[in-house]
């Protein structure tokens, strides 16, 4: 994989909707190739602003975006939207078609694909999505997390290099979310650099290593996930909880159990545990 390769630079962009709402002030990150990062921050912080700027959606009114090194205010949207794919917090907003298979074909139109790579494609979307009860169905009677499933296979499917997410596990059961996590390691593994706009601290600090935490259209902090969300400041001050898995380790702490600070995730809190408990039994 090409690490430190910068994928997305933006540089200072300021947005100021029509009515003058400051959505987003002085905000500058780079990111490379191959990450999957955290958005995340109180409602009206300016997170869904962000994102929008990345597919040219809308135009920052000072700073600029670059994808691959290019500045987004040479290119359309639809040029970019060949690079970037996003899927928002509503995704039935992004349906448009009669049937599952005809939305899967809408969103691969304009792609230079021939029309048996197109069949061939949305065949082994299907397949992998376990969606081909609903080919024929209509995308207005799914159920939310099933709208949401569909949504990411329009996406999927497109294959862009950049996968960008408002809210993914919103409204989504645990299968949902365990199905959501395999498609975007995947992707990862693929090389695909994806950024997650989520409210899903524990979702956040179990499965993502690099978190931006925003308020107010700035950001105020950005670094790696067991950091970012463990300092009680400045998860306070973007009006989050600290995760479980950090309240427990830090109640541990107090009863005078000193887990190391390497360990942060579930599994490995577990595996601790279980050390811990059978040298204390070995002990007695
Ligand atoms: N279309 C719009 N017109 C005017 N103000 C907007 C619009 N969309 C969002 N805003 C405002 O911009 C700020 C940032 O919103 P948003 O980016 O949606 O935040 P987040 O996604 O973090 O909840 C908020 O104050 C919000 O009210
Ligand atoms: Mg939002």
């Known amino acids: 994989m090409t690490a430190n390769k910068t994928i997305i630079l933006i540089d200072e962009i300021d947005y100021i909707y029509p009515n003058n709402t400051i959505a987003l002030s002085k905000v500058s990150l780079k990111i490379n190739k191959g990450e999957l990062i955290a958005i995340m921050g109180q409602n009206g912080a300016g997170k869904t602003t962000l994102i929008r700027t990345l597919n040219g959606l809308i135009r920052p009114t000072n700073?600029?975006?670059?994808?691959?090194?290019?500045?987004?205010?040479?290119?359309?949207?639809?040029?970019?939207?060949?690079?970037?794919?996003?899927?928002?917090?509503?995704?039935?907003?992004?349906?448009?078609?009669?049937?599952?298979?005809?939305?899967?074909k809408f969103s691969l139109r304009n792609l230079e694909y021939t029309k048996e790579q197109i069949q061939q494609k949305i065949d082994n979307i299907l397949s992998k999505f376990d969606f081909e009860k609903y080919r024929n169905r209509s995308p207005f009677n799914l159920s939310g997390g099933e709208a949401k499933k569909l949504a990411l296979a329009t996406i999927i499917c497109?294959?862009?290099?950049?996968?960008?997410?408002?809210?993914?596990?919103?409204?989504?059961?645990?299968?949902?979310?365990?199905?959501?996590?395999?498609?975007?390691?995947?992707?990862?593994?693929?090389?695909?650099?994806?950024?997650?706009?989520?409210?899903?601290?524990?979702?956040?600090?179990?499965?993502?290593?690099?978190?931006?935490?925003?308020?107010?259209?700035?950001?105020?902090?950005?670094?790696?996930?067991?950091?970012?969300?463990?300092?009680?400041l400045l998860v306070k001050k973007a009006s989050l909880v600290l995760p479980q898995i950090h309240q427990f380790k830090l109640g541990l702490k107090e009863i005078g159990i000193d887990v190391p600070n390497e360990i942060f995730k579930e599994r490995d809190m577990i595996s601790f545990i279980n050390n811990y408990l059978k040298v204390r039994i070995a002990n007695r």
């Open 63 to 104: 700073g600029n975006v670059y994808v691959k090194g290019e500045n987004n205010s040479t290119k359309s949207i639809a040029q970019l939207s060949k690079i970037i794919g996003i899927i928002f917090q509503n995704p039935m907003h992004q349906l448009f078609s009669n049937s599952i298979e005809e939305e899967l």
């Open 158 to 232: 497109r294959d862009p290099e950049i996968l960008v997410f408002d809210e993914p596990t919103l409204g989504q059961d645990a299968k949902e979310i365990d199905f959501f996590l395999k498609v975007i390691y995947n992707e990862l593994e693929k090389g695909k650099t994806i950024v997650m706009v989520t409210h899903n601290i524990e979702f956040a600090f179990e499965n993502i290593p690099r978190t931006i935490l925003m308020a107010n259209g700035k950001i105020l902090a950005d670094g790696p996930t067991e950091q970012v969300l463990t300092n009680d």
